[in-house]
């Protein structure tokens, strides 16, 4: 036998196992818990900018780490099962990626195991920590803030269609952001003397009965929520805007290309590195009470000049000089 080898004794039987299979056993592993589907383009994409953080923190996937994905595929009700999984299998962290439902359910299956989240909502008014600065517990991660990106939304949604008076405010109401989502988006209305009409869609279904509710009512303008079980329907979403001519903003760049009007986000994929750095601090030993919830510093607005073109909008200069990327 190799002297590079494990040689154990069972039972007056020897049993040789490789150091490449002890090596992988050592590894500590990561639960990947997401409410996204693995299928989607942008899902593949902003995994890998989880895997790049955890690069930067000294773990390498099939190195010196070992990561169990689990996909809900949009599926809310799915994350409890999911979660529990990873919690049986004794994953050393659970990164809760791609929304407030599954940080939830994450926290809702373990008070032991570490949790790293990536999410678009308020982590305290959602129960997830007990503060920005000190998370308490074993949560902590990183926020989006996209319901207070809401209000910027509906500003900028206005400045492009300026004759606005009715608008669409699409949520999915299984997400817990949709409650202060809906209340920044109410806010910014009133002070720009518009309506709002609320309409709830997390399938692919709700999607086309709620574009036909607001094109019932005539709505002028639509914004649709950060939801990620919606807002990975880039296709179907741009699709019914364009079918039935109403400007709408949304909240991640992969629409814009594709044909949407104008979206206005934070980086999803430096979150993700951020998260996946975060993960690595705690597997060398931080604890997440100690690790503050972080913020975005980079906004961006991307504007797509030939659907504005289409809609027969004129873009104000000051949207163009706002806008990072112009798509034309």
């Keep these: 036998m190799r002297r590079r080898e494990f040689i154990t004794v069972l039972g007056g039987t020897v049993i040789a196992w490789p150091l490449a299979a002890?090596?992988?056993?050592?590894?500590?592993?990561?639960?990947?818990?997401?409410?996204?589907?693995?299928?989607?383009?942008?899902?593949?994409?902003?995994?890998v900018s989880f895997r790049r953080g955890l690069h930067e923190a000294g773990f390498i996937e099939g190195q010196n780490i070992a990561i169990e994905y689990r996909w809900a595929d949009g599926q809310y009700e799915r994350l409890p099962t999911l979660a529990a999984d990873l919690v049986r299998r004794e994953v050393a962290v659970i990164a809760a990626i791609s929304g407030t439902p599954s940080a939830l359910a994450a926290k809702a299956a373990t008070t032991t195991i570490p949790i790293v989240?990536?999410?678009?909502?308020?982590?305290?008014?959602?129960?997830?920590?007990?503060?920005?600065?000190r998370p308490d517990g074993n949560v902590t991660g990183i926020t989006f803030t996209s319901s207070a990106l809401a209000a910027k939304r509906v500003e900028l949604i206005r400045e492009l269609v300026p004759s606005a008076a009715l608008i669409g405010l699409l949520v999915n109401p299984d997400n817990p952001i949709a409650v202060p989502e809906t209340r920044e988006v109410e806010r910014a209305a009133r002070a720009l003397g518009l309506q709002v009409l609320v309409v709830n869609a997390g399938t692919e279904r709700d999607i086309d009965m709620a574009y036909a509710a607001l094109v019932g009512r005539r709505a002028d303008a639509i914004v649709i929520g950060s939801d990620p079980?919606?807002?990975?329907?880039?296709?179907?979403?741009?699709a019914l805007a364009e079918r039935h001519a109403i400007p709408a903003i949304y909240t991640i760049r992969e629409s814009v290309v594709i044909g949407g009007l104008v979206s206005y986000e934070t980086s999803p994929a430096d979150a993700y590195r951020q998260a996946g750095s975060y993960v690595g601090r705690v597997l060398k030993g931080a604890k997440p009470a100690d690790l503050p919830v972080q913020f975005p510093t980079k906004f961006k607005v991307v504007l797509n000049l030939k659907t504005a073109k289409t809609l027969?909008?004129?873009?104000?200069?000051?949207?163009?000089l706002l806008a990072d990327e112009v798509i034309e």
């Excluded at 592993?29 to 589907?37: D, E």
């Excluded at 008014?125 to 920005?132: D, E, K, P, W, Y």
């Excluded at 079980?229 to 741009?238: C, M, N």
């Design 22 to 47: 002890r090596a992988q056993q050592a590894m500590p592993v990561i639960g990947f818990l997401s409410a996204r589907s693995m299928k989607e383009a942008d899902s593949v994409q902003l995994t």
């Design 229 to 238: 079980a919606v807002t990975s329907r880039h296709d179907q979403l741009v």
């Design 312 to 320: 027969g909008l004129t873009v104000p200069a000051s949207i163009l």
């Design 117 to 133: 989240f990536a999410n678009g909502g308020d982590p305290v008014t959602s129960g997830l920590v007990a503060s920005i600065a």
